[in-house]
């Protein structure tokens, strides 16, 4: 199974910061990775697939890069709307895995 | 508009089963794969299950082969998940998503295994 680890496992920012979370899967993945937002007691929201392809109807100032086994998700200037959890997963191969979290809180 | 809605959750004791359901809409339903990734309380998201377009190909995950079986009736435009021999550790809100890289989730419905 393929492994995915996310970093950090949480972050504290402020309005207007810029953010990056990464993401490191065991074995490479090309760049079947996609990243979600969760804010409580919601479902998953799809922000990014193919690893930079944003989402239809999401923001730009969601942005992914990334190929092979390290990727990162960066929000630049961080709203209020944007604090959640995020999460990457794969989809090169089953089982499908996902990190397990970066929760990003305000400071 | 794309829209999925699971149904059937609820209490069930430790050994017992229940059947999801997920009803799609706005989309070509028989054209997608079609997942289910549940979310134990407080925990992070795991995923349990996919069907591909056609139901020809099924794949689980280790915890829960055996025990759950998803299927999907293409002309009913719905997603199945049948669980048998429920454990505490099923508990979860388990989600229907639509796709290799799950571009749209339902809102969930909340599995409870409990005595």
């Known amino acids: 199974d393929i492994q995915m680890t996310q970093s950090p496992s949480s972050v504290s920012a402020s309005v207007g910061d810029r953010v990056t979370i990464t993401c490191r899967a065991s074995q490479g993945i090309t760049n079947y990775l996609a990243w979600f937002q969760q804010k409580p007691g919601k479902a998953p929201k799809s922000l990014i697939y193919a690893a930079s392809s944003l989402q239809s109807g999401v923001p730009s100032k969601f942005s992914g890069s990334g190929s092979g086994t390290d990727f990162t998700l960066t929000i630049s200037s961080l709203q209020p709307e944007d604090f959640a959890t995020y999460y990457c997963q794969q989809y090169n191969s089953y089982p499908r895995t996902f990190g397990q979290g970066t929760k990003v809180e305000i400071k | 508009e794309v829209q999925l809605v699971e149904s059937g959750g609820g209490l069930v004791k430790p050994g017992g089963s229940l059947r999801l359901s997920c009803a799609a809409s706005?989309?070509?339903?028989?054209?997608?794969?079609m997942n289910w990734v549940r979310q134990a309380p407080g925990k992070g998201l795991e995923w349990v299950s996919s069907i591909s377009s056609t139901g020809s190909y099924i794949y689980s995950a280790d915890s829960v082969k055996g025990r759950f079986t998803i299927s999907r009736d293409n002309a009913k435009n719905s997603l199945y998940l049948q669980m048998d021999s429920l454990r505490a550790e099923d508990t979860a809100v388990y989600y229907c998503?639509?796709?290799?890289?799950?571009?749209?989730w339902g809102q969930g419905t909340l599995v409870t295994v409990s005595s």
């Open positions: 998503a639509r796709d290799a890289w799950a571009d749209y």
């Open positions: 706005g989309f070509t339903f028989s054209d997608y794969t």
